[in-house]
């Protein structure tokens, strides 16, 4: 071997000694091995004996704690929470406590042209005045509202004259067609019996198969009151405004409960306004064209007077509407009206100066006026003066504490 290529050879290996040096220095002493990686620790987990963890200044990593910035925790100690009042009676009168209930009455009112039966909105506060038992309340609520619908609609499917199966038909699919998508339906019906035809649903094509299914009745008989008794019952469940539109000739026959009793709980049910269409109305014109004279039509008439004010006694005690229309064409414009009403109310709210929870009837009185207290004068584009309702219920019943 040359002598150079030996002194190039000793000088590759010194230089390979250089280089491996810095090494031995991630080793223990007298190693050159790397130590070897810590086992990764599960989160929560106590740090291993003798393992040091650093929290770092607030808006930099530090430890292991890997790229997250911890903030710097506080080592004071957080001050206790103020101690509550405590409030003590007067010694005279001893150790009790006084709990005040104010009732609150709140009341749906509707105002709409006696033409048209179009919803006039854009009234004001002191635009109402209400009245309770005669006596004036102040309003301590105000709102004008527009809702979906939760109804009932009870319908008269009984054996007696096709001309009435037939609007009833007619006015329950023409206010089913006016429905939104939000709005949830019951359809009941009744003769001898009341039955539930379809439950409250939101699904307008459930409600007209059920309608479909009206073909043929069982029964001739009517019994309109348990029917509107049950209907009612079933709606105390239902928390907010709930409405019942009641199609039929308005006629009972064997019902258990009789007409006091209905009207009490009428009155006695919140938040349920009632609106009533009669039907047959041309087939009982045409009855009477035909000359069918006799202490038998004298009745008859008699009879239906009387359904027709029963039906109409349902919707104004509770601030809904009667109709009686004579043709079936008139049903849409009807169930808009309907419909626009429902929608579309104003709602005062007010504790009444009468105090008493004795569970006594108390009337109710609303009234329109303008800004001078005096009634309200509505005119059209042309400023002729239009005739208009104030629409809402006649009375409620006050709550009654149990001793």
Known sequence: MSYSLMCRRVASIFLASLLSAPIALYGQ???????PADPPQQSGQAPAAGQETQTPEAGGPGGDTGAVALPKKSTKEAPPPPAAPKVTNPA????????????????????VLEKTRQFVPSLQEGNFRIFEDGVEQK??????????????????????????????RVAADAFARQLKPEDY??????????????????DKRRVYESLNTLTIPTFSDRNMFDALYETLDRMNAIEGRKYVILIGSGRDTFSKVNLDKILKKVKAT???????????QMAREQADARGMGGTRTSMRDLDYAQADNEMRTFASLTGGQWYNPMFVGAMPEIFKAINDSIRS??????HPTNAKMDGSYRKLKVEVVDNEGKPLRIEDEKHKQQKYDVIAREGYKSKQTVD
């Open 92 to 111: 005279d009168i001893g150790n009790y406590s006084i709990r005040v209930d104010v009732p609150l009455v709140n009341v749906d009112v509707g105002v």
């Open 270 to 280: 919140p938040d349920v306004t009632i609106f009533t269409i009669s039907t047959g």
């Open 185 to 202: 339906i019951a359809v009941m019906t009744y003769d001898l019996h009341t039955h539930i035809v379809t439950d409250f649903t939101q």
């Open 29 to 35: 002493q007298g190693s050159t091995q790397p130590p």
């Open 345 to 350: 109310a104003y709602v005062l709210s007010y």
């Open 139 to 168: 309003i301590s609520g105000f709102q004008q509202i527009k809702q979906p619908i939760t109804a009932v609609m009870l319908l008269e499917f009984a054996s007696v004259n096709y001309a009435f199966v037939y609007d009833m």
